[in-house]
């Protein structure tokens, strides 16, 4: 069974899965994370997150750390010999129990190799949502990446197994970004997976400001995969919000109380959960459980929706302008992406990479909704509303990226 049949088979039966966002540069840490994630009284997957010198291809700062026994903020897969990855998940890695890497990666090519050679074949990212945020790797370098990446993939259907990749599109700099743009790049990564061949994909959506639109973004996610990925074994995966977290243990499990509510009323079959300690340090074992256990309880005690059939409103319509402009621009998709960032047809607010046009802006109501403030290119004249002309100053940038830790903490400061 792989990690798509997984995902599906255990949604099937009632199940929401929860994953951790878990990474340790040890592997007997590592091994027992994965361990405590099994073992936990829920649908898990596990989850090995990459450090970032690996992310950026740094491997020479990996592996100088991994010699003097310096810290990493993740698992350095490359520098690992595949005998000790391994071993990790000897005992773990199982039809009931898939592991995931994740990583960040806009040369990911050394990275899918490693995990290949450790037994593994499910991963996620993308060309743009793993090149834009995380450095100035040109687009289109990026695109060429990812599709060797997938090739490389797509030979462990040698060994019997069908690969997954999860786009990591809708989470891309998602705290000040409209949805539909954020749900648009989500599709075209997996349209761009699909095209190379892989047949199991997952599309993803980061929790955001407002709970409403937010439905709608996962709705439109969902529709837009029915109709432009019809023989794709797909799912939807949604991220409990990455931004900045409450500082109250109160306040983060409120919030993330919120991301299950939508995961389950959205129809997603898989949730990334955040820990209480996602304010100021990287999460322990023990606290990655609890947010399992914490997520899994939740859902239980929430009904399924009959019926998660919806429009997908104002988030599909536009999110469907942006990915058939897109697809208008040229037969190759890789090409069409990089075309489309050129010509400004997707464009990121206030995402500051040298192939991102910048002239698209966005801002955020009282009520938490995401609006656009200044459309650039992006093709949906017509289409959406902007309620205000004049410019968002640093000031108000600021408050923006604090209203959801502001929003979840304040019945509870008296904890901090």
């Not at 959406?384 to 502001?406: F, H, I, M, N």
Request: hydrophobic share 45%.
């Amino acid at each position: 069974m792989n990690f798509g049949e997984f995902v599906r088979w255990r949604h099937a039966r009632g199940a929401l899965v929860v994953q951790p966002r878990m990474g340790f540069a040890d592997p007997t840490v590592m091994r027992a994370g994965l361990l405590a994630t099994r073992r936990v009284d829920a649908a898990t997957v596990g989850t090995i997150t990459l450090d970032s010198y690996t992310r950026v291809g740094d491997l020479d700062a990996a592996g100088h750390a991994l010699g003097q026994g310096l810290a990493l903020n993740g698992y350095p897969i490359v520098n690992h010999p595949p005998g000790t990855t391994q071993a990790v998940l000897d005992g773990v890695l199982a039809e009931d129990f898939p592991v995931q890497v994740r990583h960040g990666s806009a040369r990911p090519l050394d990275i899918f190799a490693a995990l290949i050679r450790a037994g593994l074949h499910a991963t996620e990212g993308g060309p743009v949502s793993y090149c834009l945020p995380y450095g100035r790797t040109p687009l289109a370098e990026s695109v060429a990446n990812w599709a060797a990446a997938c090739e490389l993939l797509l030979t462990t259907r040698q060994d019997g197994v069908e690969p997954h990749l999860e786009t990591f599109g809708g989470c891309m700099l998602g705290q000040l970004c409209p949805p539909s743009e954020l749900v648009a790049i989500s599709v075209l990564e997996a349209l761009f997976f699909h095209r190379m061949g892989l047949r199991s994909i997952s599309v993803s959506y980061a929790q955001q400001t407002n709970p409403a639109q937010d439905l709608e973004a996962v709705t439109a996610l969902r529709r837009l995969c029915a109709e432009l990925l019809p023989g794709a074994d797909t799912h939807v995966v949604v991220y409990a919000y990455m931004g900045l977290a409450p500082r109250t243990p109160a306040g983060a499990r409120r919030l993330f109380a919120s991301a299950v509510r939508l995961a389950v009323a959205g129809g997603a079959q898989r949730l990334i959960v955040k820990t209480v300690a996602e304010a100021y340090r990287i999460p322990t074992i023990a606290e990655n459980v609890a947010a399992l256990e914490h997520a899994a309880a939740t859902a239980r005690a929430i009904p399924r929706p009959a019926d998660t059939a919806g429009s997908g409103g104002q988030v599909y319509r536009e999110a469907r302008a942006i990915v058939d402009a897109v697809l208008d621009g040229a037969p190759d998709l890789g090409r069409a992406i990089v075309l489309a960032f050129r010509r400004g047809l997707l464009d990121v607010p206030y995402c500051i990479h040298p192939d991102n046009a910048g002239r698209s802006r966005s801002h955020l109501d009282e009520d938490g909704t995401l609006r656009w403030t200044r459309l650039g290119n992006l093709p949906l004249g017509g289409l959406a509303e902007l309620r205000r002309q004049d410019p968002v100053g640093s000031t108000e940038l600021l408050c923006a990226l604090s209203y959801v830790q502001r929003t979840f903490d304040a019945p509870h400061l008296e904890e901090v």
